[in-house]
């Protein structure tokens, strides 16, 4: 079953294209990931795919939904975890999960059990009454996810999830993404420019180039059909190069997102 397909997916900014007629299918339970420079078009799919920005052309079903006429359902389906800071750091772990779940209408009686459930599973338990601004990089982010599959969403965005931490943190959100796939069989789709990390979480992945999708499928086949055997080889295959970073703009917001983080 196919939990997203996306046809001709395309948004433009004035003149520049920033994704181009992009055709994808992610089929339930894998752990896709969209591979590509900065600049490249990563951000901007999930922007579409999650209703936070409307296709200039094209369509996408996210479980079946359409993400402009059913926009407000596609919404119920998915989590998402941002680049961006998405706690706040004046409440407590608990705190800021109990308002998502108000938010997300996780029904009363279930809230405290769901949300001592979550805190447990992403090792968040011990400080889940301490304020989030006293919280390791990698704690933030563990807690994000958390509040992002408080729902018990089907599928999982995550935007760069590990910009910004260390390489043992980095690790750490591995393990648990890799924990919520298995316990609940929940669909991630990720973006991300560290290869490692693709290989590492990812059972199926897409390169996006220039806004265009350039290949997809497995990476083991991907490799084999390219004649190398790492990723590395195969983005530069591929994409004509190594991945690097683009424009000011996103350079900067990484660099916010790290300090965020740090």
């Known amino acids: 079953m196919a939990i997203l397909d996306i046809q001709g997916l395309t948004r433009r900014y004035g003149d520049l294209t920033a994704v181009d007629h992009l055709d994808l299918r992610v089929e339930a339970g894998t752990a896709f990931g969209l591979l590509g420079a900065n600049g490249a078009g990563k951000t901007t799919v999930i ?91 990698g704690m933030i982010r563990r807690l994000e996810i958390a509040q992002a599959t408080l729902h018990r969403p089907p599928v999982l965005f995550l935007d760069e999830p590990t910009v910004g931490l260390d390489p043992l943190a980095r690790e750490a959100v591995w393990e648990h993404v890799r924990m919520l796939r298995s316990r609940f069989g929940i669909t991630i789709v990720l973006t991300t420019h560290y290869l490692e990390e693709a290989d590492q979480l990812c059972d199926h992945l897409a390169i996006l180039h220039g806004g265009r999708l350039v290949v997809s499928g497995v990476p083991d ?41 740090g």
């Open 47 to 137: 922007k579409m795919l999650t209703t936070l920005l409307p296709p200039s052309a094209g369509t996408a079903r996210v479980v079946g939904f359409d993400i402009v006429r059913e926009a407000a359902q596609v919404r119920r389906m998915i989590g998402y975890v941002p680049q961006a800071l998405s706690v706040d750091g004046a409440l407590s772990g608990y705190e800021n999960l109990l308002i998502f779940a108000k938010l997300c209408d996780v029904p009363r009686r279930e809230r405290s059990a769901r949300i001592n459930e979550a805190l447990e599973l992403m090792g968040l338990a011990q400080a889940a009454g301490n304020l989030v601004r006293t919280y390791s990089g």
């Open 221 to 261: 086949q991907l490799k084999a059909q390219a004649g190398v055997t790492t990723l590395d080889a195969l983005f530069a295959h591929y994409a004509g190069g190594v991945i690097e970073g683009g424009s000011y703009r996103e350079t900067r917001n990484e660099r916010l997102t790290a300090q965020r983080l």
